[in-house]
């Protein structure tokens, strides 16, 4: 049953010499992958709930013998995700937690240990900076931040006992784009293992193994659930770091459950078509930001003025629905009065889903390495699937409320 549910991308088909050497497109791929016939030819993977696997015989509960053993070490449904997620990203293998933040956690926990440095950007979500300043110090791992851009003072950021690179591409908040690929030399060179937090690509927009990363990192949460109606942690790795991260995995028994991962793999389907239109919507509101007066700058890496515009360009294929605008300086009155009138805009943390969404972030701005230089208001934009028309309806109403017209 596993054989099927493993079931190898055409693309391998070819390479070992199968009379089809057409590689098939992604959306081909997201659209078959994970299904098998043990379903008894109903589509999809069904929800498989369950503590106790039984055993028919002792010998076998001894030698822990077949494909299932314990509900908390996989079963049909997780197993159908992980392994169409493992081929999608192009890793040797791929972890489920029921947050994104779980499986950061895990990735970092399967890398250091105590005595160990890490290097993390200095742009990275907000709680990850917490896991690390709290939990991890606390163990005993050291870390320090860097700028998203460092340039030759990367190098001089190691230390002897540096053990891994933390990158997040674009930066939280602020979207710096990083070069992952020059980064993940100069680790590599110095024997560290480069993890990289890829949610706002995915693998459609970013190859992430590819381009030098050990373990990538997904909040599922996002794009691949798509709905705003689950929690779920994706990481991802090559073979070299694979089978600690699933040891580690193991040990902190941090799963997903079978319900949200049922959910993510219907998310899965559709997630080139979604990522793609609302990185299309997104990119139409961004040019129309910039030439509206009382913005001051729109950070989103597909505009040239945007930080690491250059290393987007030359690595992503495309962009997602994520980005952010700095505003000409106002009270907090006029902002509040700009947001709270939103009709179609929500105003709420998470994104990645069919809705719009707007926050507020700089109360939420943590830099240490570098001053983040901007004095404006800045707002973060999720730009979902609803008509490009009306969302601009919708802001240009708020940019009227925001410059005191009633
Ligand atoms: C939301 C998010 C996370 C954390 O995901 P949760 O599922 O909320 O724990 C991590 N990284 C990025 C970039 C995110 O946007």
Same mark, same amino acid.
């Given at each position: 049953m596993l054989n099927a549910l493993a079931t190898p991308r055409p693309a391998q088909a070819a390479e070992a010499g199968a009379p089809d050497a057409r590689r098939p497109a992604t959306q081909t791929f997201l659209t078959h992958a994970a299904r098998s016939k043990a379903f008894h030819g109903f589509v999809n993977p069904p929800i498989y709930r369950g503590s106790t696997v039984l055993f028919d015989t002792m010998d076998d509960l001894v030698h822990g013998r077949?494909?299932? /053993?314990?509900?908390r070490k996989g079963n049909p449904s997780t197993r159908a995700l992980e392994g169409a997620w493992t081929e999608l990203a192009g890793a040797a293998g791929t972890i489920l937690c029921g947050s994104g933040l779980a499986a950061i956690t895990t990735a970092l926990l399967s890398v250091a240990r105590a005595g160990d440095h890490l290097l993390v950007v200095d742009t990275v979500y907000g709680p990850v900076r917490a896991l690390c300043d709290g939990l991890l110090e606390r163990f005993g791992v050291a870390v320090s931040y860097f700028p998203p851009d460092p340039g030759a003072d990367f190098e001089q950021a190691f230390r002897d006992n540096t053990v891994a690179v933390y990158l997040e591409s674009?930066?939280?908040?602020?979207m710096e784009i990083q070069d992952v690929p020059g980064l993940a030399a100069i680790a590599h060179a110095r024997g560290a293992c480069v993890l990289m937090d890829n949610t706002w690509s995915t693998?459609?927009?970013?190859?992430a193994h590819a381009t030098g990363v050990d373990i990538s990192i997904e909040a599922g949460t996002k794009y691949l659930g798509g709905a705003s109606d689950l929690l779920l942690g994706v990481a991802s790795a090559n073979s070299a770091y694979w089978p600690r991260l699933q040891d580690t995995h193991r040990m902190m028994g941090c799963i997903a459950g079978p319900e949200d991962v049922f959910l993510a793999l219907r998310g899965f389907r559709t997630l080139d078509l979604r990522i793609r239109e609302s990185g299309k919507r997104a990119l139409e509101i961004a040019h129309w930001l910039r030439s509206r007066p009382g913005v001051r700058a729109v950070l989103h890496p597909a505009l040239e003025q945007s930080p690491g515009h250059g290393y987007w360009k030359r690595d992503y294929h495309g962009a997602s629905g994520l980005f952010s605008v700095i505003l000409d300086p106002v009270s907090r009155q006029s902002l509040a009065r700009m947001l709270d009138g939103l009709r179609l805009f929500g105003m709420g943390y998470s994104w990645g889903g069919f809705e719009s969404l707007v926050t507020p972030i700089d109360h939420d701005l943590v830099r240490?390495?570098?001053?983040?230089?901007? /004095?404006g208001p800045t707002l973060r934009l999720y730009i979902g699937l609803e008509d490009v028309d009306d969302l601009k309806q919708d802001l240009s109403d708020g940019f009227a409320r925001l410059a005191g017209k009633p």
């Open positions: 077949g494909e299932f /053993t314990y509900g674009p930066g939280s908040l602020t693998p459609i927009l970013f190859d240490t390495a570098k001053p983040w230089p901007h /004095t």
